[in-house]
């Protein structure tokens, strides 16, 4: 199982690389260049050192040494920069990669896990892949190849010294292997503690005023803290191992200078090799240090990359919806009002859950405004979720013109539908964003109608910037009504066939709340309109009334069929009948 993973990682990792990886093969081959520059460097000063003993010229040999470092210093300094952009382009990629993916996500698979953890994944795993797409695996590369080219020219000038050194550093090169999976796992739990952090935070920056409400603000921090505390311990966990892998790369050098110090030494004194010849080997040392820091480094930023990747690769295993064909927007399919029919349609939200939904079966007909009324927990707003197929059904089937929903276009199903939630969320950013984000496209004409027609031009008008005012995170700079009306408004901009109305008339006073059933009942002559409402007076609007109770149709008719037909129609009448004549608020199951 875990090669499968590790498979699918490295093939998820060269997805990344895959664009950049002419930038990454010429960058990689001016450091390697580089380093070989630095490998000739000892045979240079092996040289200088000959000269000195015998008295003979060295101008030349100075010129080349310096001409080396000057080369490859120049030369790797390219190199580096053209690795370093071809690592933010891997990011860049990930990124749009990643965005597009969560965006495409089915709402059950979203609702599932928790928006700050897949922000964590977007931003912090996602940066991690700007070493290890680039750095990691070249440096594995030219470091590689550096020591080994190094290691030939030790072995061409004493093959006894450069046995001492070999033993040394295998020895302690298995103790910087040992370390590499521990890095990984490491970051895996920092980056998951970092994403259950996140999703903490997100979850209280989402209900701020609810937290400062219920003076829980040290309970929320205390949570957060917690979070904090794990990612740290994980954290440091790495840098634990990251030491000891880079300090035993360290480690083996110095130990190596001082095995080929005291061996050569010896050798020199007993004649065995020239002292220039030691002076060159001690040289490759001294240089070894590089190409193998990097390997070591290497080594541990793979490590730390593939635990990103590996979690980046769960967000791509999680189900998505369909793309749009040809990568269009949504759009409407079809002209004119639209006929909705349920036949046994049964729903529930996941496998070990009861129905919500038993066997519903209804039919919708063109243009008209239909209620639908129950107890809380009747499905009500469950119906709407499997219309805009949010979720699709356990079993049978739900037709919209006499085609199942499921052989509709999914982008062209969703342009036909206005759909207005319960809790009428606005996006950050402007008035004027927000009524056009179902219809970018529409025009100062169509933005001005719905505005007036939905009681806006009031707010409009005394906004300091009017349209161009900013809304606030979630539209909070608006009252609950003013959302409302803002959500009715951009779902009449986009021009549907259907208009889904989740209780729309819940946060509106008496005045603006006729004025908004006038604009559906207007609306509803032209269009399907579905409205899940609690108030008397929003049904009383209505063509016909479904009453949905245990997730099942109990009755459907008019008004004043079902006040003869249903007593628990009749009950919810008269109830609500009494609340609206006594201008109270009261908690009813409905």
Avoid: C
């Amino acid at each position: 199982m875990r090669t499968s993973i590790d498979r699918t990682t490295w093939r998820m990792l060269a997805g990344y690389v895959k664009p950049q990886w002419r930038t990454i093969l010429f960058g990689g081959t001016l450091v390697l260049l580089g380093g070989l520059a630095a490998a000739v460097q000892p045979l240079a000063a092996k040289a200088l050192v000959d000269r000195l003993g015998t008295g003979g010229v060295i101008t030349g040999v100075l010129v080349l040494l310096v001409g080396l470092a000057l080369a490859g210093a120049a030369i790797a300094t390219v190199g580096d920069y053209l690795l370093e952009r071809a690592a933010e382009s891997v990011v860049l990629v990930a990124r749009k990669r990643l965005a597009r993916r969560i965006l495409s996500l089915r709402a059950p698979a979203v609702q599932r896990a928790e928006p700050g953890d897949l922000l964590s994944r977007f931003t912090s795993d996602s940066t991690l892949l700007r070493e290890v797409g680039t750095h990691a695996l070249v440096g594995l590369v030219t470091g590689g190849v550096t020591t080994m080219v190094m290691v030939v020219m030790m072995g061409a000038m004493d093959l006894v010294l450069l046995g001492g050194t070999v033993v040394v550093l295998l020895l302690i090169g298995l103790l910087a292997a040992a370390g590499m999976p521990m890095i990984e796992r490491a970051t895996r739990a920092a980056q998951s503690a970092v994403g259950e952090t996140g999703a903490q935070m997100e979850r209280v920056l989402g209900a701020f005023r609810t937290v400062k409400a219920a003076g829980a603000e040290a309970r929320e921090i205390a949570a957060i803290e917690d979070g904090a505390k794990r990612a740290w311990r994980a954290g440091v966990r790495s840098a634990r191992w990251e030491s000891l892998v880079h300090g035993s790369g360290a480690l083996a050098i110095q130990a190596s200078f001082l095995a080929v110090l005291g061996i050569g030494g010896a050798r020199v004194a007993t004649g065995a090799i020239q002292l220039s010849t030691l002076v060159a080997f001690l040289l490759y040392l001294f240089y070894l240090e590089e190409p193998i820091g990097r390997l070591l480094e290497a080594g541990s930023k793979l490590q730390i990359g593939l635990a990103a990747v590996r979690r980046l690769g769960e967000v791509e295993q999680m189900p998505t919806e369909p793309a749009p064909a040809n990568g269009v927007a949504p759009t409407a399919v079809g002209r004119g009002a639209t006929r909705l029919v349920f036949e046994d349609v049964r729903f529930r939200y996941g496998p070990d859950l009861p129905e919500v939904l038993r066997g519903v079966s209804f039919d919708i007909p063109a243009r008209g405004m239909t209620a639908f009324v129950g107890p809380s927990g009747a499905g009500k707003s469950t119906l709407f979720a499997l219309i805009e197929r949010f979720h699709d059904p356990s079993s049978g089937r739900i037709l919209m013109d006499g085609r199942d929903l499921a052989d509709w276009d999914l982008a062209g199903l969703r342009g036909s539908i206005g759909y207005v939630e319960q809790d009428s969320p606005l996006l950050s950013g402007t008035l004027r964003d927000n009524l056009v984000y179902a219809r970018p496209q529409a025009t100062g004409h169509e933005i001005r109608d719905a505005v007036a027609r939905t009681r806006l031009d009031m707010l409009v008008d005394r906004l300091p910037d009017g349209l161009d005012t900013v809304v606030g995170h979630r539209g909070s700079l608006l009252s609950g009504g003013e959302r409302q009306r803002v959500a009715l408004a951009r779902a009449l901009i986009r021009g549907p066939r259907l208009l889904l109305l989740d209780e729309i008339t819940s946060q509106l006073d008496a005045v603006n709340e006729m004025a908004i059933r006038d604009v559906v009942t207007t609306v509803a002559k032209t269009m399907t309109v579905l409205v899940v409402a609690h108030r008397l007076s929003t049904v009383l609007e209505a063509d016909r009334i479904v009453v949905l109770d245990n997730g099942t149709v109990r009755a459907i008719g008019t008004h004043d069929d079902l006040v003869v037909s249903d007593p628990l129609y009749a009950e919810f009448a008269a109830t609500q009948l009494l609340i609206e004549e006594s201008g109270a608020r009261q908690d009813t199951p409905w």
